[in-house]
């Protein structure tokens, strides 16, 4: 992994089959161009054909419970509100937060057929 922040994180995406797809920041000299765990982890799934999730775990070596930022959250809301996000800390401990609880009133695809 390369991780110029020295922020490195890594994600664990459990489908509604049962298989696991891993992630890993990748940074990039710009910035921008740089991709989350979270994201790496749905790319993954999605080119295997997955579309369907139930959990994702989400782990770094920073002492806080950490959250995926913005624009992965909007990209796990393309998959639905009702699946879990494990929240984890080096130590083991954890929380569990839905997507609907860190994405409320979120904009998803079922949005694009009203207009």
């Known amino acids: 992994m390369r991780c110029s ?3 490195p994180v ?3 995406l459990l489908t509604a089959g049962g298989e ?7 940074e990039n ?27 994702m775990a ?6 806080d419970f950490i959250t995926p930022c913005g624009a992965c959250r909007q990209v796990m809301r393309e998959f639905g509100t009702d ?5 984890t800390k080096p130590d083991g401990t954890y929380i569990v937060k ?3 609880e860190l994405l409320p009133l ?6 694009l057929q009203k207009a």
């Open 5 to 7: 922040s020295r922020f």
């Open 58 to 63: 989400i782990a770094s070596d920073m002492a």
């Open 29 to 55: 000299a710009c910035y921008s161009l740089g991709v989350c765990a979270e994201r790496t982890a749905i790319q993954k799934a999605i080119s295997e054909g997955h579309t369907r999730f139930r959990a």
């Open 20 to 26: 696991i797809f891993s992630g890993c920041n990748v």
């Open 98 to 100: 839905t997507l609907q």
């Open 106 to 111: 979120s904009f998803g695809p079922e949005d």
């Open 10 to 12: 890594g994600a664990a």
């Open 83 to 87: 699946w879990d996000l494990y929240l």
